[in-house]
């Protein structure tokens, strides 16, 4: 069943953009209403408060199976409500709305969208790309800078137990609240921002709090059609400011379709998979008995990568009980001048929503010739060989605890033998695109 979301024009505005001689605000501190000291005190904002513990068992939230038919979640119609303020207000760099969009023919149905504005209008990358932790430099933008008007909502645990929703509560600066707030530059409809602890300035990597976080609200959308995307430096962050994305949209992306093959069951039920016949080599953990389950292997498995400067990207789908870590090397490629030119002449950087399937095109050109092997070609120079998967996936099972005895090994030699089948699969040819594509209104 495709959700139906009301569109309305959007007010384009450069409201955002930090540029000598803009005219000051009427506001108090240093005059932008900012998140800093200057302008924070006595602010208010509405607070979303989420069920974290479960009474009966004490335990941390169970997870629950995530239907398309439920009714509209409170988290959901607060989410949508407040975007659509903040779009008719004009805070949005451009007008997402008015981009065209199409499911490109073929056996998994990757998405293209054309975008021509946003590699304009985004901000540039402050930071080195060869190094996936660096520290946090409040001199560089960061969320703190924002306007307090982009903020949507304060979001945190419940201290009874219950959802909870304060329309008008004040910040609590010295407990660092995680702020849900607009991405100016978005992708689709319903793009914010998840900002944890956003006051504590972390640098973008994610630790178990801050991922547990980001679950939970999955969790509480209650909406198979609201993913939350993660990107470590290197692997196409552009703000050193820790973050998670998310964006509604009604179909499933094509990494959701890819076959899987399960390597082990760990402690707490979560089933760790490997991706097949997907252009992206990766892992797929789902399931779990408690959120908390789920989270503590993923968090484990992203520090690993993180600690290890190997660049990757996460896809939270499935209302938070299934997780796509997809380790990647195409910044390295571009580095070393190993990426074809006519890859680097599309300026499209493979993020999560990409790898997922969603490609975020910004030439006419590449729009109307978007292919299924097009896209196949892009995302296969992302991933990374199969040798250098397997290492990645060694240092993994080190950190989460999976040894030689847990790997289910009839699985393992399955594996084996259809990697390389899809190794040696001939993909889709790279074409121009069809005018089959169906369009999406």
């Not at 239907?67 to 975007?83: I, K, N, R, T, Y």
């Not at 908390?292 to 990757?312: M, T």
């Amino acid at each position: 069943m495709m959700l139906k979301i009301k569109r309305v024009p959007t007010v384009v505005s450069n409201y955002q953009k930090e540029e000598v001689g803009e005219a000051p605000r009427s506001v108090g501190g240093c005059g932008r209403n900012c998140l800093k000291a200057c302008c924070i005190q006595d602010a208010k904002l509405p607070l979303y408060a989420f069920k974290k513990i479960n009474k009966v068992t004490g335990k941390d939230l169970v997870i629950n199976e995530c239907q398309e038919e439920l009714p509209v979640a409170f988290l959901d119609s607060l989410v949508l409500g407040e975007w659509e303020d903040r779009m008719q207000r004009g805070l949005f760099r451009y007008d997402v709305t008015a981009c065209e969009t199409k499911v490109i023919p073929g056996e998994y149905g990757f998405i293209a969208q054309l975008n021509e504005g946003r590699h304009l209008k985004k901000r540039p990358t402050e930071f080195r790309v060869d190094k996936v932790l660096q520290p946090f430099d409040e001199n560089k933008f960061n969320f703190t800078k924002v306007g307090q008007e982009e903020v949507l909502f304060q979001f945190e645990a419940s201290e009874n137990g219950e959802v909870q929703f304060f329309p008008n509560a004040p910040i609590d600066v010295d407990n660092s609240p995680s702020f849900v707030a607009i991405n100016v530059s978005p992708i689709e409809y319903g793009h914010v921002l998840l900002i944890p602890r956003i006051f504590e300035c972390l640098p973008q990597r994610i630790d178990h709090e801050s991922f547990l976080l980001a679950l939970h609200m999955a969790a509480e959308a209650a909406n198979p059609y609201f993913r939350l995307g993660y990107n470590s430096l290197g692997a196409f962050a552009t703000i050193n400011h820790l973050h998670f994305q998310a964006y509604y949209l009604a179909m499933q992306f094509p990494i959701e379709k890819a076959p899987t093959k399960k390597i082990a069951t760990l402690k707490g039920g979560v089933k760790v998979s490997e991706l097949l016949k997907y252009p992206v080599r990766g892992l797929v953990f789902e399931g779990g008995d408690t959120l908390e389950d789920l989270s503590n292997i993923v968090s484990e498995a992203c520090i690993s990568l993180q600690n290890n400067n190997i660049p990757y990207n996460v896809l939270i789908s499935d209302c938070g009980s299934q997780v796509f870590l997809l380790p990647q090397c195409y910044a390295e490629k571009q580095a070393l001048g190993e990426v074809d030119a006519e890859l680097l002449d599309t300026q499209v950087n493979p993020a999560v929503w990409e790898i997922s399937g969603h490609m975020v095109l910004k030439r006419k050109k590449d729009f109307d010739e978007a292919s299924e092997g097009n896209a196949w070609k892009l995302l296969a120079e992302v991933s990374l060989s199969e040798e250098r998967f397997q290492e990645v996936n060694a240092l993994i099972f080190e950190a989460i605890g999976i040894g030689l005895n847990e790997l289910d090994n009839n699985n393992l030699q399955s594996l084996s033998e259809d990697n390389d089948a899809v190794n040696s699969t001939t993909y889709p040819t790279a074409v121009a695109g069809s005018e089959q594509c169906f369009v999406l209104q």
